[in-house]
Protein backbone atom coordinates (compact mmCIF):
# COMPACT_ATOMS: atom_id res chain seq x y z
CA UNK A 1 0.00 0.00 0.00
CA UNK A 2 1.00 3.81 -0.70
CA UNK A 3 2.29 5.71 1.92
CA UNK A 4 2.14 9.01 3.31
CA UNK A 5 5.77 11.08 4.56
CA UNK A 6 4.67 13.30 7.42
CA UNK A 7 7.29 16.02 7.82
CA UNK A 8 7.27 17.78 10.93
CA UNK A 9 8.05 21.21 10.97
CA UNK A 10 8.19 22.07 14.53
CA UNK A 11 9.58 25.28 15.43
CA UNK A 12 10.54 27.96 12.42
CA UNK A 13 12.26 31.72 12.54
CA UNK A 14 9.07 33.62 12.72
CA UNK A 15 7.30 32.18 15.95
CA UNK A 16 8.10 34.71 19.50
CA UNK A 17 8.44 31.64 22.25
CA UNK A 18 7.06 34.39 24.69
CA UNK A 19 4.08 34.34 22.51
CA UNK A 20 3.89 30.79 22.28
CA UNK A 21 5.41 29.09 25.05
CA UNK A 22 4.97 25.76 23.93
CA UNK A 23 7.13 26.71 21.08
CA UNK A 24 10.14 23.84 20.96
CA UNK A 25 13.36 26.27 21.20
CA UNK A 26 15.81 24.78 23.59
CA UNK A 27 17.95 21.55 22.20
CA UNK A 28 16.37 19.32 24.60
CA UNK A 29 12.46 20.83 24.06
CA UNK A 30 13.20 19.91 20.08
CA UNK A 31 14.51 16.44 20.88
CA UNK A 32 11.02 15.64 23.03
CA UNK A 33 9.19 17.15 20.62
CA UNK A 34 11.07 15.02 17.38
CA UNK A 35 10.79 12.05 19.62
CA UNK A 36 7.24 12.16 20.14
CA UNK A 37 6.60 13.54 16.77
CA UNK A 38 7.88 10.47 15.32
CA UNK A 39 6.10 8.15 17.85
CA UNK A 40 3.27 10.20 15.89
CA UNK A 41 3.74 9.39 12.67
CA UNK A 42 6.58 11.69 11.31
CA UNK A 43 9.67 10.59 8.94
CA UNK A 44 11.59 13.80 8.37
CA UNK A 45 12.18 16.81 10.96
CA UNK A 46 12.95 20.33 8.95
CA UNK A 47 14.68 22.31 11.28
CA UNK A 48 15.09 25.84 12.56
CA UNK A 49 17.34 26.32 15.58
CA UNK A 50 17.22 29.41 18.34
CA UNK A 51 19.93 30.57 20.80
CA UNK A 52 19.51 30.64 24.34
CA UNK A 53 17.36 33.99 23.99
CA UNK A 54 14.66 31.97 22.03
CA UNK A 55 15.84 34.08 19.11
CA UNK A 56 16.26 32.54 15.46
CA UNK A 57 20.47 31.79 14.67
CA UNK A 58 22.08 29.59 12.24
CA UNK A 59 25.31 29.11 14.59
CA UNK A 60 26.92 26.42 12.88
CA UNK A 61 28.39 24.98 16.77
CA UNK A 62 24.21 24.79 17.66
CA UNK A 63 23.45 23.19 14.33
CA UNK A 64 25.93 20.25 14.57
CA UNK A 65 24.84 19.75 18.07
CA UNK A 66 21.51 19.60 17.12
CA UNK A 67 21.70 17.43 13.97
CA UNK A 68 23.98 14.78 16.41
CA UNK A 69 20.86 14.93 19.27
CA UNK A 70 18.68 14.15 16.81
CA UNK A 71 19.92 11.55 15.26
CA UNK A 72 20.85 10.46 18.78
CA UNK A 73 17.21 10.58 20.02
CA UNK A 74 15.15 9.95 16.76
CA UNK A 75 15.44 8.00 13.81
CA UNK A 76 14.08 10.70 11.22
CA UNK A 77 15.67 11.89 8.76
CA UNK A 78 16.76 15.44 9.81
CA UNK A 79 16.60 18.22 7.38
CA UNK A 80 18.09 21.78 8.19
CA UNK A 81 16.60 24.82 7.09
CA UNK A 82 18.48 26.84 4.70
CA UNK A 83 16.22 29.34 4.57
CA UNK A 84 16.66 30.67 7.99
CA UNK A 85 14.94 33.81 9.15
CA UNK A 86 14.37 36.94 6.72
CA UNK A 87 17.29 38.14 8.61
CA UNK A 88 19.50 36.21 7.75
CA UNK A 89 22.59 36.37 5.66
CA UNK A 90 23.01 34.55 2.24
CA UNK A 91 26.55 33.61 3.10
CA UNK A 92 25.35 32.05 6.79
CA UNK A 93 22.60 30.06 5.06
CA UNK A 94 25.04 28.47 2.81
CA UNK A 95 27.34 27.50 5.45
CA UNK A 96 24.30 25.45 7.39
CA UNK A 97 25.46 22.80 5.24
CA UNK A 98 28.62 22.76 7.13
CA UNK A 99 26.13 20.65 9.78
CA UNK A 100 25.76 17.79 7.52
CA UNK A 101 22.35 16.96 7.67
CA UNK A 102 20.53 14.35 5.90
CA UNK A 103 19.16 16.78 3.69
CA UNK A 104 18.41 20.64 3.27
CA UNK A 105 15.76 23.37 2.18
CA UNK A 106 16.32 25.04 -0.89
CA UNK A 107 13.60 27.77 -2.02
CA UNK A 108 13.01 27.89 -5.40
CA UNK A 109 12.92 32.17 -5.60
CA UNK A 110 12.61 35.23 -4.20
CA UNK A 111 9.18 35.82 -2.14
CA UNK A 112 7.30 38.31 -0.29
CA UNK A 113 6.96 37.32 2.94
CA UNK A 114 4.14 39.37 5.08
CA UNK A 115 5.92 42.72 5.73
CA UNK A 116 9.28 41.27 4.55
CA UNK A 117 11.05 40.05 1.92
CA UNK A 118 12.50 36.28 1.82
CA UNK A 119 15.34 36.79 -0.82
CA UNK A 120 17.12 33.77 -3.18
CA UNK A 121 18.58 35.26 -5.46
CA UNK A 122 19.30 32.77 -8.84
CA UNK A 123 23.13 32.78 -8.13
CA UNK A 124 22.74 31.81 -4.29
CA UNK A 125 20.15 29.24 -5.28
CA UNK A 126 22.60 27.54 -7.94
CA UNK A 127 25.91 27.71 -5.24
CA UNK A 128 23.55 26.07 -2.46
CA UNK A 129 22.40 23.40 -4.90
CA UNK A 130 25.82 22.56 -5.92
CA UNK A 131 27.15 22.76 -2.04
CA UNK A 132 24.84 20.50 -1.00
CA UNK A 133 25.40 17.90 -4.12
CA UNK A 134 28.89 18.23 -3.01
CA UNK A 135 28.09 17.77 0.66
CA UNK A 136 25.99 14.55 -0.60
CA UNK A 137 22.70 16.31 1.18
CA UNK A 138 19.54 15.99 -0.29
CA UNK A 139 17.63 19.11 -0.86
CA UNK A 140 13.94 19.40 -0.50
CA UNK A 141 12.62 22.35 -3.23
CA UNK A 142 10.49 24.71 -1.11
CA UNK A 143 7.80 26.25 -3.66
CA UNK A 144 6.26 29.08 -2.39
CA UNK A 145 4.97 30.24 -5.51
CA UNK A 146 4.47 29.12 -9.15
CA UNK A 147 7.05 31.25 -10.37
CA UNK A 148 8.96 29.41 -8.14
CA UNK A 149 8.31 25.66 -10.08
CA UNK A 150 9.51 27.08 -13.23
CA UNK A 151 13.33 28.10 -11.80
CA UNK A 152 13.17 24.47 -10.28
CA UNK A 153 13.06 23.62 -13.69
CA UNK A 154 15.72 25.70 -14.83
CA UNK A 155 17.83 24.60 -11.87
CA UNK A 156 17.47 20.90 -13.11
CA UNK A 157 17.89 21.68 -16.54
CA UNK A 158 21.06 23.49 -15.78
CA UNK A 159 22.25 21.20 -12.98
CA UNK A 160 21.10 18.23 -13.51
CA UNK A 161 19.82 15.61 -10.79
CA UNK A 162 20.88 16.55 -7.04
CA UNK A 163 22.38 14.35 -4.55
CA UNK A 164 20.28 11.07 -4.33
CA UNK A 165 19.14 11.70 -7.68
CA UNK A 166 14.80 12.18 -7.27
CA UNK A 167 13.81 15.31 -6.97
CA UNK A 168 11.28 15.74 -4.00
CA UNK A 169 9.26 19.15 -3.26
CA UNK A 170 7.41 20.82 -0.40
CA UNK A 171 4.83 23.37 -1.64
CA UNK A 172 4.62 26.21 1.41
CA UNK A 173 0.86 27.53 0.57
CA UNK A 174 -0.37 30.71 2.18
CA UNK A 175 2.61 33.05 3.25
CA UNK A 176 0.94 36.29 2.69
CA UNK A 177 2.97 37.71 -0.52
CA UNK A 178 3.03 33.64 -1.60
CA UNK A 179 0.65 30.96 -3.57
CA UNK A 180 -2.62 30.84 -1.99
CA UNK A 181 -3.50 28.21 -0.23
CA UNK A 182 -6.42 26.12 -1.59
CA UNK A 183 -7.00 23.37 -3.88
CA UNK A 184 -7.02 24.82 -7.02
CA UNK A 185 -3.89 26.51 -6.91
CA UNK A 186 -2.58 23.75 -4.74
CA UNK A 187 -3.62 21.06 -8.37
CA UNK A 188 -2.04 23.75 -10.69
CA UNK A 189 0.91 23.22 -8.56
CA UNK A 190 1.41 19.79 -8.75
CA UNK A 191 0.42 19.59 -12.99
CA UNK A 192 3.88 21.66 -13.30
CA UNK A 193 6.08 19.83 -11.17
CA UNK A 194 8.83 18.24 -13.18
CA UNK A 195 7.70 14.49 -13.84
CA UNK A 196 9.00 11.70 -11.54
CA UNK A 197 9.25 14.27 -9.00
CA UNK A 198 7.30 13.69 -5.38
CA UNK A 199 6.08 16.22 -3.08
CA UNK A 200 4.74 17.69 0.46
CA UNK A 201 2.15 20.41 0.87
CA UNK A 202 1.35 22.37 3.75
CA UNK A 203 -0.57 25.58 4.47
CA UNK A 204 -0.03 28.46 6.49
CA UNK A 205 -2.19 29.44 9.32
CA UNK A 206 -5.67 29.00 8.44
CA UNK A 207 -4.90 27.21 5.36
CA UNK A 208 -3.39 23.64 6.99
CA UNK A 209 -6.50 21.99 6.69
CA UNK A 210 -7.63 22.72 3.21
CA UNK A 211 -4.22 22.36 1.88
CA UNK A 212 -3.83 19.04 4.06
CA UNK A 213 -7.20 17.41 2.43
CA UNK A 214 -6.27 18.81 -0.92
CA UNK A 215 -2.67 17.02 -0.94
CA UNK A 216 -4.02 13.69 0.20
CA UNK A 217 -6.65 13.83 -2.52
CA UNK A 218 -4.20 14.84 -4.64
CA UNK A 219 -1.54 12.32 -3.89
CA UNK A 220 0.48 13.85 -2.27
CA UNK A 221 2.91 14.16 1.35
CA UNK A 222 2.17 16.09 4.25
CA UNK A 223 3.87 18.83 5.74
CA UNK A 224 2.65 20.32 9.78
CA UNK A 225 4.31 22.06 12.58
CA UNK A 226 4.42 24.87 14.67
CA UNK A 227 6.65 26.45 12.33
CA UNK A 228 3.62 26.85 10.15
CA UNK A 229 0.46 27.21 12.13
CA UNK A 230 0.05 27.61 16.09
CA UNK A 231 -3.90 26.81 15.82
CA UNK A 232 -5.42 23.72 15.98
CA UNK A 233 -9.11 25.17 15.39
CA UNK A 234 -10.34 28.24 15.62
CA UNK A 235 -9.85 29.88 19.43
CA UNK A 236 -7.65 26.99 20.26
CA UNK A 237 -3.73 26.82 20.00
CA UNK A 238 -1.90 24.13 19.44
CA UNK A 239 -0.86 22.41 22.53
CA UNK A 240 2.45 20.69 20.61
CA UNK A 241 3.52 19.10 17.31
CA UNK A 242 2.75 16.08 18.14
CA UNK A 243 -0.68 16.73 18.14
CA UNK A 244 -0.56 18.09 14.79
CA UNK A 245 1.37 14.87 13.36
CA UNK A 246 -1.43 12.78 15.24
CA UNK A 247 -3.64 14.45 13.13
CA UNK A 248 -1.70 14.36 9.43
CA UNK A 249 -1.39 10.45 10.13
CA UNK A 250 -5.45 9.96 11.17
CA UNK A 251 -6.32 11.65 8.38
CA UNK A 252 -3.51 9.55 5.83
CA UNK A 253 -4.65 6.47 7.54
CA UNK A 254 -8.24 7.19 6.25
CA UNK A 255 -6.84 7.97 2.82
CA UNK A 256 -5.55 4.57 2.93
CA UNK A 257 -2.04 6.09 2.81
CA UNK A 258 -0.62 4.94 6.35
CA UNK A 259 2.30 7.37 7.42
CA UNK A 260 5.39 5.85 6.41
CA UNK A 261 8.49 5.51 8.92
CA UNK A 262 11.63 7.31 8.69
CA UNK A 263 13.47 4.16 6.93
CA UNK A 264 10.70 4.29 4.14
CA UNK A 265 11.72 7.92 3.62
CA UNK A 266 15.42 7.52 3.58
CA UNK A 267 14.33 5.25 0.52
CA UNK A 268 11.94 7.55 -0.96
CA UNK A 269 13.85 10.69 -0.53
CA UNK A 270 17.50 8.99 -1.66
CA UNK A 271 19.09 9.93 1.56
CA UNK A 272 22.32 7.95 2.66
CA UNK A 273 22.40 5.73 5.43
CA UNK A 274 23.38 7.08 8.95
CA UNK A 275 26.52 8.97 9.10
N1 LIG B 1 11.67 31.31 7.64
C1 LIG B 1 11.39 31.60 6.27
C2 LIG B 1 11.85 32.99 5.95
C3 LIG B 1 13.09 27.26 4.84
O1 LIG B 1 13.08 26.80 5.99
O2 LIG B 1 13.88 26.90 4.00
C4 LIG B 1 12.00 30.65 5.35
C5 LIG B 1 11.74 29.23 5.57
C6 LIG B 1 12.11 28.31 4.46
O3 LIG B 1 11.29 28.78 6.62
ZN1 LIG C 1 11.52 26.48 7.44
Avoid at 204 to 232: C, K, N, Q, W, Y
Wanted: aromatic share 4%; with cysteine.
Amino acid sequence: MASTLITVAPTGAEHLKAAVPQLPTTLDELVAEAKACQAAGAGLVHVHIRDADARPTLDLGRLKETVAALREGTDLVVQLSTGGSVHDPLEARLRVLEAAPDSCSLTCGTVNFGDDVFLNPWPFMVELYEAAREAQVVPEFELFDLGHIATLHRLLGDLGAPHGGHVHCDLVMGVPGGMPGNAATLVQAVSALPPGATWSATGIGRTSLPVMFAALSAGGHLRVGMEDTVSFARGRPVTGNAELVERAAALSELAQRPAMRPDQARALLGVNGRR
